[in-house]
């Protein structure tokens, strides 16, 4: 049977009827499920490690980066559910997608029955009034801790349901970090906007070595939010964790750096801040792994009306360098306008619904093309100083709620 042939037949068993979930598996290799109700809409939502994955599918897909979560929608109420996969990863893969990862060209009937395994245990779309609905999505792979979003329309409306999943393997974002012993700065808590302003302002302009004794990228964000919830907004407008940074991240790195491929979770190099490299670290991948926006996020010891306050660090990556100067052997080069990755933020928070307040504070201190600054690879940026500080909500409220502080305005181009 020719490759051809055998992939024809895996789409024909694809988009046959099925009733989704039928397949069979020991659900205790689901793990503890989390669950969660609002209104006459429960959802329970668990994801399996390398080895129950491989145990229900009998394929191992996290070796190929798959991570299946699996979804249970119980649908009380009198109005149909419609479950849209991309709230949970907006890249996820098809079935067919995943099953042709699998394919064996030596044994094309084995093929035809992976394709099949993994159609049955996808979870349908379309939940009836009075129906459960079980089975898996397949997502880009994280561990330590994995954001899931299940969102579904409900009359018309948007209905969310967001979970933190605890995963076996190496740690994406630091565990939760306790703001009474954190060092660096004066705990406080915050309930006024001038002070909060002034405090901002107060923070270290940039990031260091692990010295301390050199200067790296600008600190130019601050992110306001419920505790590790305020990243959900990020991973909804499809941020990643990275991976952290160790021998088999580092030759993942210098593969797609060959090859020109995206590295969603590709990891960043530690930068430091309080005496201690990044609590989390997000990237947005772009064309390849030389171009992908990133971030880098420290816990302060200051809270502002019962929320966390995080300081960060965004830049863009335009390419991917060999170096000597890291065990590593690679490095990226950031684009010098660091000002236009800062207001890419604000813009991606304004179109996932997520921003209540937003405004601009100093702290950064001006670098020019006269007299750049540079980070710790001596890439030069230059920008007008300023911070952006984000205030995010997580009623997913529409923009045209998002209010302007009253605070340092970006300054006008020069004529």
């Not at 899931?148 to 565990?175: H, Q, S």
């Not at 419920?226 to 991973?235: E, Q």
């Not at 929320?307 to 360098?321: A, H, L, N």
Request: proline letters at 7%; charged letters at 20%.
């Amino acid at each position: 049977m020719t490759i051809g042939r055998t992939i024809l037949l895996i789409a024909a068993v694809l988009i046959a009827p099925c009733v989704a979930g039928a397949a069979s598996f020991d659900r205790a290799l689901l793990g503890a499920p989390q669950s969660a109700t609002q209104a006459d809409v429960t959802v329970s939502v668990a994801v399996p490690g390398a080895k129950e994955v491989e145990g229900i599918f009998g394929l191992p897909m996290i070796e190929k980066g798959i991570q299946p979560v699996h979804i249970e929608i119980a649908n009380k109420g009198t109005a149909p559910l419609w479950y849209m996969p991309i709230t949970t990863d907006e890249t996820y893969f098809s079935p067919a997608e995943v099953a042709y990862r699998f394919h064996d060209r030596l044994d094309p009937d084995r093929s035809v029955e992976n394709a099949k395994r993994v159609e049955d245990m996808a979870i349908r779309m379309s939940v009836a009034p009075g129906e459960t609905v079980s089975g898996f999505v397949f997502t880009h792979l994280e561990t330590g801790l994995k954001f899931v979003t299940v969102g579904m329309l409900k009359a018309g409306n948007e209905v969310d349901f967001r979970f933190i999943v605890p995963v076996a393997g190496p740690a994406y974002a630091a565990p939760p970090l306790d703001k009474d012993n954190l060092p660096g700065t004066e705990k406080a808590e915050v309930v006024d906007l001038p002070t909060l302003r002034a405090r901002i302002e107060a923070l270290p302009c940039c990031t260091t070595d692990a010295s301390g004794s050199r200067n790296g990228d600008p600190l130019n964000l601050v992110v306001i939010g419920p505790g590790i919830d305020t990243l959900f907004p990020f991973v909804d407008r499809g941020w990643h964790l990275t991976e952290p940074l160790d021998i088999h991240s580092a030759i993942d790195t210098a593969k797609s750096f060959l090859v020109g491929t995206q590295y969603e979770t590709s990891p960043v190099s530690p930068l430091y801040l309080f005496g201690r490299q990044q609590d989390i670290a997000l990237q947005k991948a772009r064309g390849s792994i030389n171009e992908r926006n990133h971030m880098r996020f420290w816990l302060t010891p200051m809270t502002y009306q019962g929320m966390k306050v995080w300081v960060g660090q965004i830049s863009r990556d335009i390419g991917v360098e060999l170096t000597d100067k890291s065990w590593y052997l690679t490095t990226h080069k950031i684009g010098p306008e660091v000002d236009f990755d800062r207001d890419y933020v604000l813009q991606d928070m304004l179109k996932a619904g997520a921003v209540e307040h937003f405004g601009y504070a100093k702290g950064v201190g001006v670098s020019t093309i006269a007299d750049p600054r540079v980070n710790l690879t001596n890439d030069p940026y230059v920008t007008d100083g300023l911070r952006l500080v984000l205030m995010l909500t997580d009623d997913g409220g529409l923009v045209t709620g998002a209010d302007s502080l009253e605070w340092e305005k970006l300054p006008l181009p020069a004529e």
